[in-house]
């Protein structure tokens, strides 16, 4: 894990411009976003892939801001069963309700699923009346608003995959959504055959085999990580 002070990342990284495309930050400046920087003492973090951003039980004070890479949520239990609660974007919030409440302890791990940059700040200086009065404030927390329910969104989606009976049915949802999101039936997803098992609640093997009948039946292609989908003419 490297360290910047967000001034130093700046100088070297296009930090402001990543910014500048985070929700977390819609109508404000690029010179606002320099002073809210320095108030909410913003740093930037390099993690490797695999590194750990967190662990299950630390408790954190300041809210993780992905700018560039993947990162995941995930629940590992004393028998070392795997669960993937969330996977993060470019631009999204990871964990902040827990900096904001000031939880005793995060209740999951998460780990850079590949290499990754993050900005984090103060969290109390998201939901707090900036002593200075910056306007721009007011914009943040209306922003904060939004995103903490798109990530609402996002767990219920996961949920909705998961409650599914069959392991066709979780799989077929889960790909639905990945070509509604890409906006074409022809996509990458981000998660590993283990990751994708883990993050569907499902058996590794069960579901490569389930695939593997998928794709026979013309439902689909894939090769690793792309995935084709087939519409049926009877479908059509």
């Known amino acids: 894990m490297e360290q910047k002070c967000y001034s130093e990342a700046a100088k070297c990284l296009n930090v402001r411009g990543m910014l500048e495309k985070c929700v977390l930050f819609k109508g404000i400046g690029p010179e606002e976003i320099d002073d809210l920087m320095n108030c909410m003492n913003g740093q930037v973090f390099h993690y490797d892939k695999g590194e ?118 979780k799989l077929i949802s889960y790909l639905t959504d990945s070509a509604i999101a890409a906006g074409k039936m022809e996509f990458d997803i981000h998660l590993d055959r283990q990751q994708l098992a883990d993050y569907l609640a499902v058996d590794r093997s069960a579901m490569s085999a389930e695939l593997s009948r998928m794709k026979s039946e013309g439902m689909l292609d894939y090769k690793k990580n792309h995935f084709v989908l087939h519409v049926r003419e009877e479908a059509v």
Request: proline share 2%.
């Open 52 to 169: 750990y951003l967190f662990r299950a039980g630390q408790s954190i004070s300041r809210a993780y801001i992905l700018l560039n890479g993947r990162i995941i949520a995930e629940q590992v239990d004393y028998w070392g069963n795997r669960d993937i609660l969330q996977e993060f974007g470019p631009g999204e919030l990871v964990a902040v309700n827990y900096a904001i409440v000031d939880a005793e302890a995060v209740p999951t791990d998460v780990m850079a699923l590949e290499e990754s940059c993050v900005l984090t700040v103060e969290a109390e200086r998201l939901i707090k009346v900036c002593d200075r009065g910056c306007a721009c404030h007011n914009k943040v927390k209306d922003n904060l608003i939004m995103m903490l329910s798109s990530g609402n969104r996002s767990l219920a989606q996961k949920l909705r995959h998961v409650s599914k009976r069959s392991t066709r049915d």
